[in-house]
């Protein structure tokens, strides 16, 4: 862990990028006649307790995008690329795959996201993309190809706007990201970086039924 963290847990960074995310809405200045409706985007498992505070400030719906990395079979941390439960994909360009690799690492990984997509149906709300501001959140970014195809999902439903948020990222990767949507919403850019839980003072796991659980909870707190 990093020496001094950023933040406490997920709770902790989800409440201090809901401020950022408000704030960032209160420069806008629209009337209630020229908002447009928010729904907030998580990348589960992780992304998903620091997306419930954001949603919770917002009183709106919170939903997933479901996106794996795509790994060589002889290194499961190696990213070459990233996949989503509904089809999308994303391959790295400075990462050598050829079309073998491709062929036997891309199904691993679809399979992994339609899976979890599945296990979390439970809890998603009926919401569409479409026409609205969708804020897309995790964790925290490493090497940025989960994120980005994600974004790409979720533009495919023509978002009237898409902010990209996380607490903490590279600052190499602030570009690429910019690239992906409307607004880029990161607190902390870290140099060195090495991984993303070395800037939390706690980075548990999160287990899919805790996953669920925030899904759940964030609809019946609306309902």
């Not at 907030?40 to 998903?48: C, E, F, I």
């Not at 590279?170 to 607004?183: R, S, V, W």
Request: hydrophobic share 45%; charged share 20%; proline share 7%.
């Amino acid at each position: 862990m990093f020496s001094n963290p950023f933040f406490d847990d997920r709770a902790d960074a989800g409440e201090k990028l809901a401020e950022a995310v408000l704030g960032e809405l209160g420069k806008l200045n629209l009337t209630a006649q020229e908002a447009v409706k928010p729904i907030v985007y998580a990348l589960p498992r992780g992304g998903l307790p620091v997306a419930v505070p954001i949603a919770r400030r917002l009183g709106c719906p919170l939903d997933v995008v479901v996106a794996k990395k795509i790994t060589r079979p002889d290194n499961l941390e190696l990213a070459i690329g990233a996949a989503t439960a509904d089809g999308y994909v994303l391959w790295h360009k400075q990462k050598q795959h050829n079309l073998r690799l491709q062929k036997l690492a891309l199904p691993v990984a679809q399979n992994n996201a339609q899976s979890l997509l599945a296990d979390l149906s439970s809890g998603r709300p009926n919401v569409s993309a479409a026409g609205a501001l969708a804020i897309l959140v995790d964790d925290g970014i490493a090497t940025g190809m989960t994120m980005a195809v994600a974004a790409l999902a979720l533009q495919s439903q023509q978002p009237a706007a898409l902010w990209i948020c996380a607490p903490v990222a590279p600052a190499e990767l602030m570009g690429f990201l910019a690239e992906m949507g409307d607004k880029l919403i990161v607190l902390e850019t870290p140099h060195p970086f090495y991984s993303v839980s070395r800037f939390y003072g706690q980075f548990p796991q999160v287990e899919t039924a805790e996953a669920l659980r925030c899904l759940q909870q964030q609809t019946e707190w609306r309902s």
